[in-house]
């Protein structure tokens, strides 16, 4: 038996096209169940599911690693899939995401997003995302796995705790889960045969908040596992120094209207970044030209919420580690 477990909350208007595609797999429908915890929705998430051949579990609103838990701790599969509400697997997902764990060895996996959108932003994100499949294609195993398309033993699954729930909501609790089998030396695979199509942002304000929380809450993850701040299957290293180049740069160009002589250092930072953007450029051109041409002014502006979102995330590690000595003082 296979459980495939699909958190929602407040989904009314995506989960139907999830289910219908859940239901109509090419593997038998005998072989699996699937099971929707409803994270305390205050739309009509549940009529809708109510109209499925489903189990619907409840619970209230805790966020998605404790719905994803809840669905775990009562799947009668051996095998856990993982997509989300609003994610429309293509047919044969079930049977992609299945083959790697033939190999006794294997105790998860990773599948791909891809979309129908034909939104500028849109596609960007499509393809951002393609050039860190590229990346993971070169690995035998991987440390990086989310939860749109994610796969594990059950007993792993339970042995390892499962994912953290002190993540608040979608914020990395299914990348931190993944960074914590790798570190214990299980074997995780990539399978981009394993698709789901998906919605992705398609406002560039929409994108930039994204991004700002990503490195939000990516300070809390890397606290838990330093040593991913080096490296991991999934994140370009480019990024990183992108990431800094665009700080510097902001930084500088505010800095010289106090100080001309900053703006040259301003200066140097953006052509240093608009190279290490040339990689990616390159590749988006040859996909979509006018994806390729925005590129460079998307990822300057993405390095930024990136690190805006790491510098307040790290500003609040530090505000609450005070609050909490000033509570011990306090107590002593």
Known sequence: MISVIVPVYNGAQTIASCLKALLNQTVPRSQYEVIVVDDGSTDETREVVKRFDVRLLSQPNRGPAA????????????ILLFTDADCVPKRDWIEAMLKPFADLEIVGAKGVYK??????????????????????????????????????????FEENGGFDPTFPRASGEDVEFSYRLAQRGYKMVFVPQAVVYHRHVNSIGGYLRRKYYVGYWRVMMYRKHPQKVIRDSHTPQVLKIQVA?????????FGAFLWKALLKWAMGFLILFFFSTL???????????AVGLASPGILFLR???LGLGVVAGLIAQFAR??????????QS
């Open 321 to 330: 580690r005070l609050m909490r000595y000033e509570a011990l003082g306090f």
């Open 303 to 305: 390095a930024m919420a």
């Open 245 to 253: 180049l665009s700080l510097l740069s902001g930084t500088s160009l």
């Open 67 to 78: 719905a994803r838990n809840f669905g775990a701790s009562q799947a009668r599969g051996e």
């Open 279 to 289: 990689p990616f450029c390159i590749k988006a051109l040859k996909k979509d030209f």
């Open 115 to 156: 979309t129908r959108q034909r939104e500028l932003i849109a596609r960007f994100v499509q393809i951002e995302y393609e050039d860190k499949y590229d990346k993971m294609r070169k690995d035998k195993y991987i440390d990086f796995v989310d939860t749109y398309s994610a796969a594990y033993r059950k007993t792993v």
